[in-house]
């Protein structure tokens, strides 16, 4: 039977799929990862970055598209109004999902500098609620933010949340930094704000990216949680 790769593709969209790490281990150990026979993708750009991080032949990379962002134009998506108790009327949804790192302590170094109070104060005058996703992998470990005292933002659980794209189309904005899922956000057509903190060790030191950062996104980028709450500002005044 064929094995075909239709779920991680994202992430070859912009950032480079395999840490440098990853990469010279899949040479070293080969049977450790799995040899695809077809890898989906969504342009001839992409099928290019696909026929390369995956090492498979140009023509088992098929442009069809990723089956996952059906959900985003069907409308059979999985509401999650009942996490907050009342849900006020006409409440506006804000997604943080970042991407991951390599090592715990970089995940967590992205709230060091969470201005809790200012971006609860933020959140309250705007009827404002934020989500915060982390990366499946991070599930099992004990993050920071989890604990946050707020019941303006809410701590989604992996676990229970770990498709990402089920629950896209509950939210008004979404916050990210590398992550290929802005690509999928954008077919709801909604906006986006760019939180690359550390872009350049990001760069550096994790996995890279395939284009320049700041001419490639289409939103604000903000370096830390003040510019973050400016540029939500300016979409909600």
Known sequence: SDIISISHSRAVDFKRLFSRLLFKNRY????????????????????????SAFQVLHENVPIL????????????????????SPCPR????????????????????????F???????????NNCY???????ILRNSDHQISHMDSKYIVFLDSAIYEDLNSILPNFDLMLTDYSGAYFDFLLLDRPMIFTPFDLESYEKVERGLYENYLDSVPGPICRNWDEVISALNDFFS
């Open 90 to 113: 006409d409440a506006k949804f804000i997604l943080y999902a970042p991407t991951f790192r390599e090592t715990l302590t970089d995940n967590d170094a992205l709230f060091n500098d």
């Open 28 to 51: 070293l150990f080969p049977y450790l990862y799995p040899s695809w026979d077809l890898v989906l993708s969504t342009s001839v750009i992409i099928q290019d970055r696909m026929s």
């Open 115 to 125: 201005p809790l109070n200012k971006f609860c104060a933020f959140l309250e005058n």
């Open 130 to 136: 934020l989500f915060i996703k982390l990366h499946p």
């Open 65 to 84: 598209g990723y089956p996952r962002n059906d959900v985003l134009l069907s409308g059979n998506y999985v509401a999650i109004n009942e996490l907050i």
